[in-house]
């Protein structure tokens, strides 16, 4: 069966460390990759997307990995700040002419700790 | 103004109740989601939208219908509430020239069935 784990449940780091969420995925064929950020009793708002043809992606303090041999996305928050606390999640097309129909992971809580 | 709202925000009602929750946007896109989210089960897509005559069936569509009453309309319906039901229902967007793939959500309905 398709699944998207995301490792961690929860994560919490000191202020000012490098925060690493990871993402792996089963029997998909994604032709891109997508990191959400979700605060308390809001929408998701998109981060980055990384394409299947990408390896590494960058965005102000934020960078996304993809290795599509692995299955598996790294995303990275560094230099950490309290404002970062929020959950995230990562989503995924199937591929093979569903690109416009995302699967969500259930997210990983980040608390990031002054 | 937001680009994608939802209506209403907040809603308690009772087991057999029919409900519709609208959505509508100002974004010009062409795609529209309907996603629930459940603690422990992240975001399940109930129904999506390509264009105005296009709409299918996500993962978990029974008990509920959908209208798309113009490119910017997406109503949800549930024709007859259940408790398991209760949940927080997200309307997205896709389909912008520049970013094609990321999907913009609107605030979210929270939904109880009593």
């Known amino acids: 069966s398709q699944k998207i784990e995301q490792n961690s449940e929860a994560l919490n780091i000191q202020e000012g460390k490098t925060a690493t969420l990871t993402c792996n995925y089963t029997?998909?064929?994604?032709?891109?990759l997508q990191w959400y950020r979700q605060d308390p009793g809001r929408g998701p708002v998109f981060l980055l997307l990384?394409?299947?043809?990408?390896k590494e992606k960058r965005k102000e303090r934020l960078k996304v990995t993809f290795d599509t041999t692995l299955k598996q996305s790294l995303f990275h928050i560094t230099a950490s700040q309290p404002a970062d606390s929020a959950t995230y999640l990562c989503?995924?097309?199937?591929?093979?002419?569903?690109?416009?129909?995302?699967?969500f992971g259930k997210g990983t809580l980040l608390t990031v700790n002054p | 103004d937001a680009d994608v709202t939802q209506t209403p925000r907040n809603r308690i009602t009772k087991t057999g109740k029919r409900i519709m929750l609208e959505c509508s946007q100002t974004?010009?896109?062409?795609?529209m989601y309907w996603y629930r989210q459940d603690p422990g089960l992240g975001l399940r897509l109930i129904y999506y939208?390509?264009?105005?005559?296009?709409?299918n069936k996500g993962e978990i569509s029974d008990g509920y219908s959908v209208s798309r009453q113009a490119q910017a309309k997406f109503s949800l319906s549930l024709e007859s509430a259940i408790p398991n039901q209760t949940a927080l229902y997200f309307c997205?967007?896709?389909?912008?020239?520049?970013?094609?793939?990321?999907?913009?959500f609107g605030p979210g309905t929270r939904l109880t069935v009593l």
């Open positions: 997205a967007t896709s389909g912008g020239q520049v970013s094609y793939n990321e999907q913009f």
């Open positions: 029997n998909y064929s994604p032709a891109y």
């Open positions: 990384i394409r299947e043809n990408e």
């Open positions: 989503a995924l097309d199937k591929g093979g002419g569903s690109n416009y129909k995302l699967t």
């Open positions: 974004k010009g896109h062409d795609r």
């Open positions: 939208s390509f264009d105005v005559k296009d709409i």
